[in-house]
């Protein structure tokens, strides 16, 4: 295995924790209140010390995993990228240690949104997020939840009720995004992946100094073989040679350092992102990673969360002001963005005061809401996320106090009553 791409695995291992900026371990079910290292958030510093043991080992056990060929000779950097739903990070191993790049707006995390303005001028990440409630329908974002799906997909029929821009059915049966920008676009959604990727490669050139034409991709656990594919397509659109789809559970395992372990043990990674939820069982000693089990689901994360808080505020304010909103995508979108603040803040707050000035003509929202209220709105989508912990156990065999370690990734494991149901 080519040695800058040794260097992109260690950096995609670390990836997966930045973009998600937390990530804790847990002792084990049966004293799964213990948290290691005061929740163990992890810094830069901190990633960087976690990846000093030499890589060898952890792609040796990735090439078993994956059942990898030998990569090609390749020559240049190799960069890690984590391409998430709403969030995506880069990285490159430099100076013996992981360097996670900063974007223009000097943040290690790009919003996953793409977007076009009234004279055809496209905006990528941050710059696009910041506009997207003046332009809802030229603000695109969730293309990870689309790609490698049908248009008849269930779950892309369900988000485009959510989704302020419009959707189509495309050649093959594929979704296309449409945008009207000096005329109609069409893009598919590994086009608008690539376009993110396309960031994320100029956001490491620029801290290079010099092109990348290689990259390792994280994606979930549960993603199946058409949503890989389409997902190295999206990095041969971008100009990137993929060399490398890793399991994102897995890259979180060692980037934690749990591969650094003497002894064996047992390790379940709970990974609850933006838009998809994770978890694997693996098995580790001597650096060598087995995945015993894995399962998730490609359609729970976030924002999943974010839709239920904005269809009760939409109900209070139907209720109050005898009118339906749920039609203007301007209102949805400012909707959305508070959804996502207010949800956040009910991480370490016990309630919230929600204030949107001039919602709509003559409206105006200020509504208090709890972090009891939230829980129950939100109960069923909770519950769902033990269903895979049960599964992997059950298809491994293996009973809850058996296993010896559990991994926390995702910026949605933050919240109280995820961590609460787990215990």
Known sequence: ??????AALRVAFSLLLVASATASTLR???G????????AELTLE???RVEQQ???????ALVRLRGGAADEKVEGHCIGIDLGTTYSC???WQNGRVEIIANDQGSRITPSYVAWTSDDQRLIGDAAKNQASSNPENTVFDAKRMIGRKFSDPYVQADMKHWPFKVAEGEGGKPKIVVEAKGTKEFSAEEVSAMVLSKMKLVAEDYLGGPVKYAVVTVPAYFNDAQRQATKDAGTIAGLNVVRILNEPTAAAIAYGLDKKDQAMNVLVFDLGGGTFDTSLLAIDGGVFEVLATAGDTHLGGEDLDNRLIKHLLALITKRHKVDLSGNRVVMQKLRREAERAK???STQPQVRIEIESLAEGIDVSETVTRARFEELCADLFRQTLVPVEQVLSDAGMEKNEVDEIVLVGGSTRIPKVRALLE
């Open 90 to 92: 880069v990285g490159v």
């Open 1 to 6: 295995t080519s040695p800058c791409v040794m």
């Open 54 to 60: 030499s890589c060898q080992a952890h792609c040796q």
């Open 46 to 48: 901190q990633l960087g």
């Open 28 to 30: 084990s079910f049966a």
């Open 32 to 39: 799964v209140s213990r948290q290691r290292a005061a929740d």
């Open 344 to 346: 956040r803040a009910l």
